[in-house]
């Protein structure tokens, strides 16, 4: 076991340590890891596969602990970190912010279809450098105290604060013994009425009083005949507009005199100047600083106050309460940190970013009092209130279920039922859509599809906007809406607006405002014929029956085509006599061996799709030639064109059995062992038994041991 994690208490650490030893922890070795395994065509190209790993607690049959899948065994702990999307909302969350900082972090590594498989998140130092970055710049936002009241910026005149270009320092003052100006930048966040003032003296002499002007960013504001003496000096000052951003103010001194003969010298001395304003700001609060000043710690920073806030702040951070030690921790720092105890804000906003940058919230950290007991035994309370809302919402549990944790109200099959009820019904649930589907049907992938304009002048963002719209839709109604997830593959309608609707061949909608529309007997059903798909799955000039069938097989009967022979020279499609449709030039490969081990599968599922080009249109022959979208399914089930293959795949066997499969991965983050075929299998029934409701698989995997259990593991 790592050192590291015998020291967190952790079962198994699975992600690099770069992270971790930026933070100041304990390196260890990594016993995650994984290869890139490509995934070879027979269209000319190689497409990149997934970065695959072995994930803790075992990612596939090779690396099954041999324990008898009849035995329970749920698996060990996996330490998670927060990808990309998860940090963007549960920063927000945690803060309310609208920034989402990850946006400029690394892209997460993706494996098994998914961006939050644990074997495969990999850190970097500068990652390391992004987190510190993000946490200073929420923290800022949120503690940001709104300007209401007129601010003072004061500048000694003899400091090196402002510049001079005439005369010396005279005590208290400047000196201006010939014509020359004191000046300073300042800046200034709001437009506005500003009074711009400075205290001053004269050397009386001659028949004339020292003339001083008052300017702004070189422009005389005010001109004053200076009759105070360095005894008895005086304020001068002068109203002035100012916009946002960086000013020059000065005092000048205008008239110098000397006369050498009676020995006379008029002079101006500035003591200051002093910009106010602005003046008449009607400031609103700061939500987001209410939200984490739970009590006012009071001009003298009470610190039983500061406790507070840092107690409540890190539960929500840490998604779990914090220690004793903990606690007394960030207070030391908060005070290390503040220069008196009237600077607390200081000492607090450093105490919170330290929050923000520890393992404890950057990373899904679980404890374990007995690391090496392979018992089954329950996850923490808390632990299991992290699961949950990761998994359904992609962000931090809300205070009803650290509540519920707390308060020993996540025990039971029917307390964890109410909560993820709870959950699906709330707006943050879309997440599944957004992220559980937006991968698993290539939502995400449509705007990086590049058609090549000279071929498709059509496909603008407008159009894929539709394409995206279309398929989120479609998959809220069936993630959320309880729509049975049969009607992935047989849905009858879809979500158009008018632009997709003459992209289909269908009457306009007369809006473009999405609608449920029937397709009736137009050629079209479910997913497969879903024109976002279909882009997604072809190349920038045509389309791709290879990229389409396995897709099929790995997403909809979680089959894994056989995977190339090494070092397997692909050669490029050779044109038949008379050029021939893409199936009859893919089928030249078909009839090499080596190659008809992977195209056999692939490609039949592929070909029942060529009525659909590479947008998603319908066509009726392939540039002249005759398309034959007829195919066997491994099964031995046959088809002929989307509508029939679709109803094949919806009667395989594999297929609920593939849903539940991807929720799983989904939820759990790592991969299927032989051991979980028990929970997959119950998870099954139980989706079949509800007709395919996903609520009901949701509800089946979330009170499942797999879920709900760990065991240790031996070093």
């Not at 109200?409 to 559980?436: F, G, H």
């Not at 497969?528 to 000039?541: D, E, N, W």
Request: with cysteine; glycine share 8%; hydrophobic share 40%.
């Amino acid at each position: 076991m790592d050192l590291l994690a015998q020291r967190l208490g952790i079962v198994t650490l699975a992600p690099s340590v770069a992270l971790l030893v930026a933070l100041g922890l304990p390196a260890c070795s990594d016993d995650g890891g994984g290869e890139t395994d490509g995934e070879s065509t027979s269209e000319g190209g190689t497409t990149a596969g997934e970065s695959a790993g072995t994930t803790a607690g075992g990612s596939g049959e090779t690396s099954d602990t041999g324990t008898d899948a009849a035995e329970e065994d749920p698996g060990t702990v996996i330490l998670r970190r927060l990808n990309n999307v998860e940090y963007n909302n549960t920063i927000q969350d945690l803060i309310g912010t609208e920034q989402t900082p990850a946006d400029s972090f690394p892209a997460d590594q993706v494996s098994l279809g998914f961006d939050n498989i644990s074997a495969v998140q990999s850190l970097s130092p500068l990652q390391a450098e992004l987190y510190e970055l993000a946490a200073e710049s929420v923290i800022e936002e949120a503690l940001d105290r709104p300007m209401v009241e007129p601010q003072l910026q004061l500048f000694q005149a003899e400091s090196d604060e402002t510049t001079k270009d005439a005369g010396g320092e005279a005590g208290e003052y400047w000196n201006l013994w010939s014509n020359g100006e004191v000046a300073t930048t300042v800046t200034v966040e709001h437009d506005g009425p500003y009074m711009l003032r400075t205290r001053a003296a004269g050397q009386q002499a001659g028949p004339d009083l020292p003339h001083m002007l008052l300017k702004v960013d070189g422009l005389e504001v005010a001109g004053f005949d200076v009759e105070a003496t360095q005894q008895a000096p005086q304020q001068y000052e002068a109203e002035v507009e100012l916009t946002a951003g960086v000013h020059t103010i000065a005092a000048e001194f205008t008239n110098d005199y000397y006369d050498d003969v009676l020995m006379e010298d008029r002079n101006l001395l500035i003591d200051y100047l002093e910009l106010e304003g602005p003046f008449g700001l009607e400031g609103e609060e700061n939500p987001l600083r209410d939200n984490i000043l739970i009590c006012d710690p009071g001009p003298a920073g009470d610190e039983a106050c500061l406790r507070q806030i840092l107690e409540y702040f890190g539960r929500r951070a840490y998604r779990r309460p914090l220690s004793a030690d903990e606690l007394d921790r960030l207070m030391a720092l908060l005070s290390a940190s503040s220069e008196g105890a009237a600077d607390w804000e200081t000492g607090l906003k450093t105490a919170l970013k330290a929050l923000l940058v520890s393992p404890h919230f950057l990373f899904r950290v679980e404890l374990d009092a007995s690391p090496q007991d392979e018992t089954p035994h329950p996850v923490g309370p808390f632990e299991l209130a992290t699961q949950l809302p990761y998994f359904i919402w992609s962000s931090m549990p809300d205070d009803a279920l650290l509540d519920a944790a707390a308060a020993g109200e996540l025990e039971s099959e029917a307390q964890i039922t109410a909560q993820v009820t709870r959950m699906l019904a709330d707006d943050k649930a879309q997440a599944l859509v957004d992220n559980y589907a937006g991968q698993w049907l290539l939502i995400r992938a449509i705007w990086d599809a590049f058609k090549d304009p000279s071929v498709f002048p059509q496909m603008d963002d407008a159009l894929r906007q539709s394409m995206v719209t279309e398929m989120s839709l479609f998959a809220e109604s069936l993630l959320l809406d309880d729509r049975p997830m049969t009607e992935l593959l047989l849905a009858k309608s879809s979500f158009l607006d008018d632009a997709l609707a003459q992209h289909y061949g269908l009457a306009p909608t007369g809006s473009d405002q999405f609608q449920e529309i029937e397709f009736g007997d137009a050629p079209r059903q479910g997913v497969l014929t879903q024109a976002g798909l279909l882009v997604v799955l072809s190349h920038a000039t045509h389309n791709s029956p290879v990229k389409r069938g396995k897709w099929v097989l790995e997403n909809i009967l979680c089959e894994e085509p056989p995977p190339p022979p090494d070092n397997l020279d692909i050669p490029p499609l050779e044109p038949v006599e008379d050029g021939g449709s893409l199936r009859e030039q893919l089928e030249q490969h078909v009839s090499d061996p080596v190659c008809a081990s992977c195209h056999q599968f692939m490609d039949p599922p592929g070909f029942a799709l060529e009525h659909y080009d590479a947008l998603g249109a319908w066509r009726a022959d392939d540039h002249g030639y005759p398309i034959d979208a007829t195919g066997t399914l491994t099964s031995g089930a046959e088809f002929d064109g989307a509508l029939e293959l679709s109803d094949a795949l919806a009667g395989e066997v594999g297929f609920p059995r593939c849903l539940t499969e991807k929720a799983f991965i989904y939820a759990l983050g790592r991969d299927v062992r032989v051991a979980d075929d028990p929970y997959l299998q119950e998870a099954q029934s139980r989706l079949e038994l509800a007709d395919y409701s996903f609520t009901e698989l949701v509800l089946a995997l979330t009170t499942s041991d797999s879920f709900r259990m760990r065991r240790g593991e031996q070093e």
